[in-house]
């Protein structure tokens, strides 16, 4: 736990509760992640790898019995608006089985609180009683304040992180016994009720689960609909950073959204045509990403139209599954750029994951040897063949990104760096890079960032991933 975090909540927390006892009060702390590969194929049941890094987001929980729920804090050193509200609204209020859970701020300053909110509604809303002592009955009200080093908007799970933190103070006061798949799913609801948010279970599992550094670990997922398969112990001889742009993500459009409608939308054509051909066999099973690479280039991928309208989706193939979205009859679907992306996203990721097992099980000699350079300039033109997807075939980069991306191009595995790409929803965020540990590496790392102010007008922040302080919340 960041020692400086927790002083920091403490501090907040004795300024608002006065009179309060630190022993009463639960902390909890949940670290930054980074899509290292994989990114958008989790919503067409891909393989994906992340990490977590060492940027932490952090709340403080105390229970009150004045009625009063308080939430106050700060993230990247950025003041939120102090939001008071009645505990009745929210211990109180029960929400249909099956409904999402729906409790948002009214002022727009006000809503940063909603995953918050939408924590304590979750846990309700499955039954469990709120309070840190069970014989007293339900909770009715707490203070709780936040604080966060973890830039929102950066790619790095800001929100989930924060949800995660929360989750795991109640969870901890209260005794309340919730494995990490529960909780993790507890976390993505809790942030897609919140309007603009977007919460990925594979993404509140790396928070909750991450293990600790050194060595740096790679989490392995399957997207189907979400495990953790493994972490992968990094090879001694790699780093892997994570740059944040100083560029917000992508916020005006609903990516995650519709690349999951459209992934959808593919796999039912896809399943169609194995019916039309009468192949009793389907492989597909609801899962883009069990179409083969070859097969889907080979055979699939000349059927598929480039755009189709909704409403002749609709009168060809039928409707899909209400978890799939709303598909908009006089929308254009980008059907065949969409897969396109997601299939090879999906092998990139795979090929990625393997690279990096070869690596971490060979011995680590003094120097790299000729054969482990190779594998690492595989595993670097993945990375470089996801970013060139993203910016030429999605149009889902940003200038800053691609100049970071083409820098570490240029400078090549000849000065230890072997590819880089954009993460995450893209239009800004973070790049992930992949180095070695020479001095050539590092030379050429601070050359790039010290040119990126000259060129960007910012300062780009430096993270490497899974160092010391990348310990999931359940760790």
């Known amino acids: 736990m960041d020692g400086s975090l927790t002083d920091r909540l403490m501090l907040q927390m004795k300024s608002v509760s006065g009179g309060f006892s630190p022993s009463d009060t639960t902390i909890c702390t949940a670290p930054a992640r980074m899509d290292v590969l994989g990114g958008l194929s989790l919503e067409a049941g891909g393989v994906v790898a992340q990490m977590a890094l060492p940027s932490r987001a952090g709340v403080g929980l105390l229970w009150r019995d004045d009625g009063k729920m308080i939430f106050v804090g700060q993230q990247h050193g ?101 494995s990490a798949l529960q909780k993790a799913e507890i976390i993505s609801d809790a942030q897609r009720a919140a309007d603009g948010n977007h919460g990925h279970v594979v993404d509140a599992l790396t928070v909750l689960s991450a293990q600790d550094g050194p060595p740096a670990h790679l989490l392995r997922y399957s997207a189907q609909p979400h495990s953790l398969l493994g972490q992968i112990p990094l090879s001694k001889d790699i780093r892997i950073l994570a740059l944040d742009t100083g560029v917000t993500c992508a916020t005006n459009r609903d990516i995650f959204g519709e690349f999951h409608l459209t992934g959808a939308m593919g796999a039912k054509i896809i399943e169609t045509i194995y019916r039309d051909l009468g192949q009793r066999h389907n492989p597909v099973h609801g899962y883009l990403g069990n179409v083969s690479p070859e097969l889907y280039r080979r055979y699939f991928r000349s059927l598929l139209p480039r755009r189709l309208r909704g409403a002749d989706f609709l009168r060809t193939y039928g409707g899909l599954d209400s978890a799939a979205g709303e598909i908009i009859p006089n929308n254009m679907y980008a059907i065949r750029t969409t897969l396109d992306h997601l299939i090879n996203e999906y092998e990139h990721a795979e090929h990625f994951l393997q690279a990096m097992e070869e690596l971490s099980e060979s011995p680590t000699d003094t120097a790299l040897t000729a054969q482990r350079r190779l594998i690492m300039q595989r595993a670097g033109r993945l990375l470089m063949a996801s970013h060139h997807s993203y910016r030429l075939r999605l149009q889902l980069s940003c200038p800053q990104a691609d100049w970071l991306v083409d820098e570490f191009s240029t400078a090549g595995p000849k000065a230890g760096a072997y590819g880089a790409r954009i993460t995450d929803c893209g239009g800004g965020g973070t790049v992930a890079v992949l180095l070695d540990t020479s001095a050539h590496a590092m030379d050429a790392l601070l050359s790039i960032i010290s040119r990126y102010k000259n060129e960007m007008g910012m300062e780009v922040i430096v993270r490497e991933a899974g160092l010391g302080g990348s310990a999931g919340a359940l760790i």
Do not use: M
């Open 78 to 178: 950025q003041k939120h608006q102090p939001v008071i509200l009645a505990g009745a609204a929210v211990f109180t209020q029960k929400i249909q089985a099956g409904d999402h859970v729906a409790v948002t701020a009214s002022d727009r300053a006000a809503a940063w609180t909603a995953p918050l909110l939408n924590v304590f509604q979750s846990l309700i809303n499955r039954g469990f009683t709120l309070s840190p002592n069970p014989n007293t009955g339900g909770a009715i009200g707490a203070t709780v304040v936040v604080d966060s080093d973890i830039r929102e908007g950066s790619g790095q799970a800001a929100s989930t992180a924060l949800t995660a933190a929360l989750l795991q103070a109640v969870s901890t006061s209260c005794n309340l016994s919730l």
